[in-house]
């Protein structure tokens, strides 16, 4: 992996590195975490004054997944946290914005009484360089295994605190030596804040 590391304090600065990379690399897919969609609508924004045809795709974390935490009490409340409205991806779609949605990779698949370690393990060490490496990982093979991304193509994947230029691979071969998901550059990185 080479570093092209821009360390920068704010998320358009991110944005702002990001796109300059994809421009000077010939790049013309980004991929971007986008909670509510916002974030990939200023992107889009941002894009529209450069006149370019660079493909947005917003990866949107967690749609309509289930989830289960415990109260005071012992109970077990569920929750589904960001229930994706028709409304947010007619808006995405007529931006021109791919919206790729579903279950992170490398979440757990939820076994009562057991655990599976090998996903912590990846989270955990792609986690070292940056809290949100692991997001923009599983964002491309997200969009991989659906189809939107071939293998074996060159994209940049952001998040909230990273840019990073990735060549794509699906989830079941992420680890393959030939045809591996891979890390090429760091485009642009937020510091850490005391």
Same mark, same amino acid.
């Given at each position: ?9 704010? &998320? ?6 990001? %796109? ?12 971007? &975490? ?26 949107? !974390?967690?749609?309509?997944?289930? &989830? ?10 569920? !929750? ?25 990779? &490398? ?13 912590? *393990? ?21 969009? *991989? ?21 990735? *060549?794509?691979?699906?989830?079941? %071969?992420? !680890? ?19």
């Amino acid at each position: 992996m080479k570093i092209y590391t821009n360390m920068v304090n704010e &998320f358009s600065d991110i944005i702002e590195s990001s %796109l300059h990379y994809a421009y000077e690399n010939k790049i013309n897919k980004i991929l971007i &975490f986008s909670k509510n969609g916002d974030s990939a609508l200023a992107l889009k924004k941002q894009l529209s004054k450069k006149n370019t045809s660079i493909k947005i795709m917003a990866i949107l !974390f967690p749609a309509n997944e289930h &989830f289960f935490k415990r109260d005071n009490d012992g109970n077990v409340e569920e !929750f589904i946290p960001n229930s994706l409205k028709k409304g947010k991806i007619n808006i995405l779609e007529q931006a021109e914005i791919q919206p790729i949605y579903g279950t992170l990779p &490398f979440e757990n698949v939820i076994v009562p009484g057991t655990t599976n370690n090998i996903y912590s *393990t990846i989270k955990q060490t792609l986690s070292l360089v940056s809290p949100g490496l692991q997001l923009a990982v599983q964002g491309v093979l997200m969009a *991989t295994d659906q189809g939107f991304l071939s293998d074996n193509e060159h994209v940049i994947s952001i998040v909230s605190d990273i840019s990073v230029d990735i *060549t794509s691979a699906n989830s079941r %071969l992420m !680890f393959h030596p030939q045809y591996g998901l891979n890390i090429n550059h760091i485009i642009a990185q937020k510091k850490k804040q005391n």
